[in-house]
């Protein structure tokens, strides 16, 4: 891929109910006011074909065994890779809300095992930077609309709290760039953290992949 111009691409991760979501769209607002290409994307897209049954399968209308739906989920990344890249190397910054690390976190929750969980997403695009919002699930739990969907339980989150330690471990080892954020704070404090960690993403750096 070019290195000339290109956009970055961030990952914003979190336990459910961290915050995300809020943190994504302020990050769009903060860059498109300093006249900056952006886009964001939401994973699961639930809007896609293989997004319906994701979503079919988190609101328990319909049941699937643990690997079909670590595929589905990561499917669904590989359908808007290309969409991706093609921003990214037209100078657009790419946000990405969840990405293949809520996919080894949730799926390693559930027992299946880490190394298998990691294939099915090699070969997508390698972050620039990951930033995972940290709020205990004890406090997550307390916000509004938790428990609707799959997963949304303090046992599940802190065996995915848990597997995000080593998520982030082990790609630090790889010199990926991955922070934790004390996203208990105020949405003000933790946006400008993550503005600031945005503003210092090398894009001279070629994308390379997961
Ligand atoms: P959200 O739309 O951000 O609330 O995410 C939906 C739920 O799906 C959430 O509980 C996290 C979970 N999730 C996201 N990505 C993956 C994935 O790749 N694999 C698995 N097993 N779960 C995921």
Known sequence: MSTQNRGSLVVIEGL??????????????????KGKKVQLYK???RSTAIG?????????TSQLSDQVIHLLFSANRWELIDDIKSKIQSGVTCVLDRYAFSGIAFSAAKGLNWEWCKSPDRGLLRP?????????????????????????????????????ER??????????????????SSLETVHSQIINLIDKVDVSRALETL
């Open 128 to 164: 620039d930077l990951v930033i995972f919002l940290h709020v205990s699930p004890e406090i997550a739990a307390k916000r509004g609309q938790y428990g609707e969907e799959r997963y949304e339980n303090i046992e599940m989150q802190k065996m995915v709290e848990k597997n995000f």
């Open 167 to 184: 998520i982030q471990r082990e790609y630090t080892e790889e010199k990926l760039s991955f922070v934790t954020l004390d996203a208990s």
């Open 16 to 33: 459910d109910r961290s915050g995300k979501s809020t943190q994504c769209q302020l990050i769009l607002e903060n860059l498109q006011a």
């Open 43 to 45: 994973f699961p897209d």
């Open 52 to 60: 319906k049954k994701i979503d079919a399968y988190l609101k328990e």
